[in-house]
């Protein structure tokens, strides 16, 4: 089954992860994306493991979960090294002091969050339909 696990940076510069669909609770965090990502992964794996040894049945929400990330502004940019945030926020439209700001964990409106998604999924567009020779 897929669910949504939601990556946000916090105001201490670590990366937390939480699956918001779940009845039950389990997180994971690191100072990276990538850290908080395997974390989050060996949370839900002792949670499994928890029910198992205990010999009760896991919760069918539990049940072979597939997970899809999504971001905040911050995650996304840190997530992504090779984006040049400066050229990145020049493509979109929007100011590279502002999205510099935006990659450091300052909060973001929700009109700016979606240009920037669009933006992005825009330059992904772009570089899939590139053709080398």
């Known amino acids: 089954m897929k669910t949504r696990a939601i990556i946000e940076k916090g105001n201490d510069g670590t990366y937390g992860i939480y699956p918001p669909d779940l009845n039950n609770v389990f997180w994971g ?42 971001y905040d502004v911050s995650s996304m940019l840190n997530e992504a090294p090779f984006l040049n945030v400066s050229a990145t926020a020049k493509y979109i439209g929007i100011n590279p002091s502002l999205m510099r700001q935006y990659k450091r964990g300052q909060s973001v409106s929700k009109a700016q969050m979606l240009k920037i998604q669009n933006g992005i999924r825009e330059i992904g567009r772009k570089l899939a339909s590139i053709t080398l020779l």
Not at 36 to 49: G, H, I, R
């Open 29 to 70: 965090d690191g100072n990276t994306v990538e850290e908080a990502k395997q974390d989050f992964l060996n949370s839900y794996q002792e949670m499994l493991d928890s029910y198992t040894e205990e010999n009760k049945p896991i919760p069918d929400e539990l049940q072979d979960l597939q997970f899809e990330y999504e």
